[in-house]
């Protein structure tokens, strides 16, 4: 027999870290829901607005309170399932500290303006390359885990905690390879469609491998241990497991349908999203039917109240997931709040509602109390949380629907009857209310948890009890057992086979072996990825270029790049899809060779703001600048922030040339620009400067920012209407 302790401690120190970042990141999301009720909340403060903290709010939901708890999950159930201490306590101290420091960095930059634009993927690079060498850290962690473990077959928990590690570090490394113009800044190696197509085959799949597998990891394992019943079904987790983990990776392009992406992905996408029913009821079944025989104790026990809720949303989470995916629902759905609600049905009522569950369950016993300091405050929280979450997905389903009836509403005469957008904007206003007022019950029910935690951790005992626990090392030969005999009387080669198949010996084998086990995952993910992503980027007829589209000038990429810091892809598209209703309103819908140059991509996932891609030349500078001081003097009903910082900030013009450098290595025709990028930047800024003043508007803005901006939304989507230049001497592009 072999003798150890269990390392609680780092299960401690992450469930601290996972409710401390829980209450920030919905802090922050309350804010920005009242900005968007009431705009003058933000004071017109840079760090206070819509833009900067929108990001902010969904990587603290993300990856500091979600992250932290299933880490806080996974370092708990690993030993215990295992029978081992984890593999080294410097690793898991590294890992710890490591991701909170990331935590931070995210918090300080975000709201500063530096960002990569990238859904789920916005941080910059130096951090970037710090949440792949803490990735790195757990997945040698646990790894060696698995391979000193005492337990000879691994649990089903394990299996989806291998799934994870595993994707999330395809994912992430792939999808944020970049090249730095500062130690600030970087661009995306991939442009416009490759990008899109990129972005959202790690955004989808972070939605899948950071906040599903993990997650039902851990319903795999604390249920059954609330209810003190056992799984329901060993062959329906195995079905789940690999055919979730198969499918899921090929669902990332459904987000990009009518949208200049190829039809075939998107279609694709499509196919293998509607695929995803079966694998994600088969688990919510699974963990729902393994409290049969043992409902009578969810009436009184809040633990299985939070388990049952959070299994119940992933049902309805996943069921309306593959529904948005079809192309005719999408069409009304995509760019509206309906998204937004769909998102945080899943984020507030799967993942927090199991971490809360987790939370309650653990408390007790890793503090050594016995029992919450008030059971009471629990099933308070429970109810309020429950109802916190209704007002807000109900209100934002209602928005969303809204949003998308009236976009697309023609009067009898054939023209659109809302043509202008605002009026979408000031008809949601009550419903950004009740939203607004529903995170705030969250926010405050998560506010109880918090005090109800700290007064059960102010019982704890002096020194806490660290048990020895002994178990026998695992035998170094190991025969795996006879399968059952064969029920068929004749033998039929291909019948015994699948009776084999049917009888899964051969998972059991594979559940012995850690490192062939988490082989197939890896392959099983590469599949769908490589399928998908290659042909997109080697068949040159999936993006189409156009004579006609040139780069943007080194003023021009200046500007975009305080858009990108600005955070107004968070409220504006970029993207005019080939839909009766769009075009009317944008006019001619995008084209995949407009994109060519766009590092990254800005097609945006929302509108609360009208789409963009047409915006080049509607309107005369000084509106573009008065709208840019101050929303409300162009229209009342406006909530867009104000941004009056970028008529005094000055613009970095030396500081132009390293981005006009790195666009260039990217292969962007950028000629005499390369060297003479902040002379041409102030010349074009004197132009606009001059044309302003004859507008009669502002007469001390050449050097600002704003000029920047204004340079690059004049420049939106007007390439596809000029001439082709004319070809050169030697008949090559100009």
Same mark, same amino acid.
């Given at each position: 027999?072999?003798?150890?302790?269990?390392? !609680?401690?780092?299960?401690?120190?992450?469930?601290?870290?996972?409710?401390?970042?829980?209450?920030?990141?919905?802090?922050?999301?309350?804010?920005?829901?009242?900005?968007?009720?009431?705009?003058?909340?933000?004071?017109?403060?840079?760090?206070?607005?819509?833009?900067?903290?929108?990001?902010?709010?969904?990587?603290?939901?993300? *990856?500091?309170?979600? %992250?932290?708890?299933?880490?806080?999950?996974?370092?708990?159930?690993?030993?215990?399932?295992?029978?081992?201490? =984890?593999?080294? !306590?410097?690793?898991?101290?590294?890992?710890?500290?490591?991701?909170?420091?990331?935590?931070?960095?995210?918090?300080?930059?975000?709201?500063?303006?530096?960002?990569?634009?990238?859904?789920?993927?916005?941080?910059?690079?130096?951090?970037?390359?710090?949440?792949?060498?803490?990735?790195?850290?757990?997945?040698?962690?646990?790894?060696?885990?698995?391979?000193?473990?005492?337990?000879?077959?691994?649990?089903?928990?394990?299996?989806?905690?291998?799934?994870?590690?595993?994707?999330?570090?395809?994912?992430?490394?792939?999808?944020?390879?970049?090249?730095?113009?500062?130690?600030?800044?970087?661009?995306?190696?991939?442009?416009?469609?490759?990008?899109? $197509?990129?972005?959202?085959?790690?955004?989808? /799949?972070?939605?899948?491998?950071?906040?599903?597998?993990?997650?039902?990891?851990?319903?795999?394992?604390?249920?059954?241990?609330?209810?003190?019943?056992?799984?329901?079904?060993? &062959?329906?987790?195995?079905?789940?497991?690999?055919?979730?983990?198969?499918?899921?990776?090929?669902?990332?392009?459904?987000?990009?349908?009518?949208?200049?992406?190829?039809?075939?992905?998107?279609?694709?996408?499509?196919?293998?999203?509607?695929?995803?029913?079966?694998?994600?009821?088969?688990?919510?079944?699974?963990?729902?039917?393994?409290? +049969?025989?043992?409902?009578?104790?969810?009436?009184?026990?809040?633990?299985?109240?939070?388990?049952?809720?959070?299994?119940?949303?992933?049902?309805?989470?996943?069921?309306?997931?593959?529904?948005?995916?079809?192309?005719?629902?999408?069409?009304?759905?995509?760019?509206?709040?309906?998204?937004?609600?769909?998102?945080?049905?899943?984020?507030?009522?799967?993942?927090?509602?199991?971490?809360?569950?987790?939370?309650?369950?653990?408390?007790? +016993?890793?503090?050594?109390?016995?029992?919450?300091?008030?059971?009471?405050?629990?099933?308070?929280?429970?109810?309020?949380?429950?109802?916190?979450?209704?007002?807000?997905?109900?209100?934002?389903?209602?928005?969303?629907?809204?949003?998308?009836? =009236?976009?697309?509403?023609?009067?009898?005469?054939? /023209?659109?009857?809302?043509?202008?957008?605002?009026?979408?904007?000031?008809?949601?206003?009550?419903?950004?209310?009740?939203?607004?007022?529903?995170?705030?019950?969250?926010?405050?029910?998560?506010?109880?948890?918090?005090?109800?935690?700290?007064?059960?951790?102010?019982? +704890?005992?002096?020194?806490?009890?660290?048990?020895?626990?002994?178990?026998?090392?695992?035998?170094?030969?190991?025969?795996?057992?006879?399968?059952?005999?064969?029920?068929?009387?004749?033998?039929?080669?291909?019948?015994?086979? $699948?009776?084999?198949?049917?009888?899964?010996?051969?998972?059991?084998?594979?559940?012995?072996?850690?490192?062939?086990?988490?082989?197939?995952?890896?392959?099983?993910?590469?599949?769908?990825?490589?399928?998908?992503?290659?042909?997109?980027?080697?068949?040159?007829?999936?993006?189409?270029?156009?004579?006609?589209?040139? @780069?943007?000038? @080194?003023?021009?990429?200046? %500007?975009?790049?305080?858009?990108?810091?600005?955070?107004?892809?968070?409220?504006?598209?970029?993207?005019?899809?080939?839909?009766?209703?769009?075009?009317?309103?944008?006019?001619?819908?995008?084209?995949?060779?407009?994109?060519?140059?766009?590092?990254? *991509?800005?097609?945006?996932? #929302?509108?609360?703001?009208?789409?963009?891609?047409?915006?080049?030349?509607?309107?005369?500078?000084?509106?573009?600048?008065?709208?840019?001081?101050?929303? &409300?003097?162009?229209?009342?009903?406006?909530?867009?922030?104000?941004? @009056?910082?970028?008529?005094?900030?000055?613009?970095?013009?030396?500081?132009?040339?390293?981005?006009?450098?790195?666009?260039?290595?990217?292969?962007? @025709?950028?000629?005499?620009?390369?060297?003479?990028?902040?002379?041409?930047? #102030?010349?074009?800024?004197?132009?606009?400067?001059?044309?302003?003043?004859?507008?009669? %508007?502002?007469?001390?803005?050449?050097?600002?920012?704003?000029?920047?901006?204004?340079?690059?939304?004049?420049?939106?989507?007007?390439?596809?209407?000029?001439?082709?230049?004319?070809? !050169?001497?030697?008949?090559?592009?100009?």
């Amino acid at each position: 027999m072999e003798q150890f302790k269990y390392d !609680d401690d780092i299960s401690r120190k992450f469930m601290a870290a996972t409710i401390l970042w829980g209450v920030v990141g919905m802090l922050v999301g309350v804010i920005i829901a009242f900005e968007l009720a009431f705009p003058k909340i933000s004071m017109d403060l840079p760090w206070l607005s819509f833009g900067r903290l929108r990001p902010l709010h969904t990587n603290a939901a993300i *990856f500091a309170f979600a %992250g932290n708890g299933f880490f806080t999950a996974i370092y708990y159930s690993t030993q215990r399932l295992c029978k081992t201490r =984890m593999f080294s !306590d410097k690793l898991s101290r590294v890992h710890f500290w490591g991701w909170q420091g990331i935590i931070v960095s995210a918090a300080l930059t975000l709201p500063l303006g530096i960002t990569q634009s990238k859904e789920y993927a916005e941080l910059e690079w130096p951090i970037d390359i710090a949440v792949v060498l803490i990735w790195v850290v757990f997945a040698v962690n646990f790894i060696g885990t698995l391979i000193k473990r005492r337990e000879r077959h691994m649990y089903v928990a394990l299996w989806f905690y291998i799934a994870t590690i595993v994707t999330i570090a395809i994912l992430y490394i792939f999808n944020n390879l970049s090249i730095p113009a500062s130690a600030t800044k970087s661009y995306s190696i991939y442009a416009g469609v490759q990008d899109a $197509l990129m972005q959202w085959w790690y955004g989808h /799949n972070a939605v899948a491998f950071f906040l599903t597998t993990p997650f039902l990891g851990m319903m795999y394992y604390f249920l059954p241990k609330a209810a003190g019943r056992p799984v329901y079904s060993y &062959r329906l987790s195995i079905i789940h497991f690999w055919s979730l983990v198969f499918i899921y990776i090929w669902a990332g392009p459904h987000h990009l349908h009518y949208t200049a992406l190829p039809m075939w992905a998107s279609t694709l996408g499509m196919v293998f999203s509607v695929m995803l029913w079966m694998p994600s009821w088969g688990g919510m079944i699974n963990g729902l039917m393994t409290l +049969r025989g043992a409902w009578h104790k969810v009436a009184a026990d809040p633990v299985l109240k939070f388990f049952v809720v959070a299994i119940t949303f992933y049902g309805m989470s996943t069921f309306e997931g593959p529904l948005l995916s079809i192309k005719t629902v999408n069409s009304l759905s995509h760019y509206t709040d309906w998204t937004i609600a769909h998102v945080h049905s899943g984020t507030l009522g799967w993942n927090a509602f199991m971490i809360f569950g987790m939370v309650y369950w653990l408390t007790p +016993r890793l503090f050594q109390t016995g029992k919450m300091w008030s059971s009471k405050l629990t099933e308070i929280h429970f109810w309020a949380g429950t109802i916190g979450i209704l007002l807000y997905v109900i209100s934002i389903y209602a928005a969303g629907l809204t949003q998308g009836l =009236m976009w697309r509403a023609f009067d009898q005469t054939g /023209n659109l009857q809302y043509p202008d957008f605002v009026e979408t904007v000031s008809r949601l206003m009550p419903f950004y209310w009740v939203r607004a007022v529903g995170g705030t019950v969250f926010l405050v029910a998560t506010l109880l948890m918090a005090f109800n935690v700290i007064k059960t951790w102010m019982m +704890r005992p002096k020194t806490y009890e660290e048990p020895v626990q002994s178990f026998p090392a695992l035998a170094k030969k190991y025969v795996d057992p006879k399968g059952p005999e064969s029920v068929l009387e004749t033998n039929v080669g291909f019948g015994r086979r $699948l009776e084999a198949l049917t009888n899964v010996v051969w998972h059991r084998k594979w559940e012995r072996l850690p490192i062939k086990f988490t082989v197939w995952v890896t392959i099983a993910v590469l599949i769908g990825s490589l399928l998908e992503i290659i042909p997109t980027f080697l068949i040159k007829s999936n993006v189409p270029t156009i004579a006609s589209v040139q @780069p943007y000038t @080194p003023l021009e990429l200046a %500007g975009r790049d305080i858009y990108i810091a600005e955070g107004c892809y968070n409220c504006h598209s970029q993207m005019v899809r080939p839909l009766f209703h769009e075009t009317e309103r944008y006019g001619e819908y995008s084209k995949p060779g407009e994109f060519v140059y766009d590092y990254p *991509f800005q097609w945006g996932s #929302r509108r609360i703001g009208p789409d963009l891609h047409r915006v080049g030349g509607k309107y005369s500078h000084d509106w573009q600048v008065r709208h840019m001081e101050n929303p &409300r003097v162009i229209n009342l009903k406006s909530v867009m922030p104000a941004y @009056p910082w970028l008529l005094d900030q000055d613009l970095d013009f030396e500081g132009i040339a390293s981005r006009v450098r790195v666009m260039a290595l990217l292969g962007v @025709p950028y000629g005499d620009a390369v060297s003479n990028a902040p002379d041409m930047a #102030r010349e074009q800024a004197r132009q606009i400067s001059e044309e302003l003043i004859a507008q009669g %508007g502002y007469t001390d803005l050449e050097g600002k920012k704003i000029i920047a901006l204004v340079a690059y939304l004049q420049r939106l989507g007007t390439d596809i209407s000029k001439p082709a230049p004319a070809a !050169d001497e030697n008949g090559g592009a100009p």
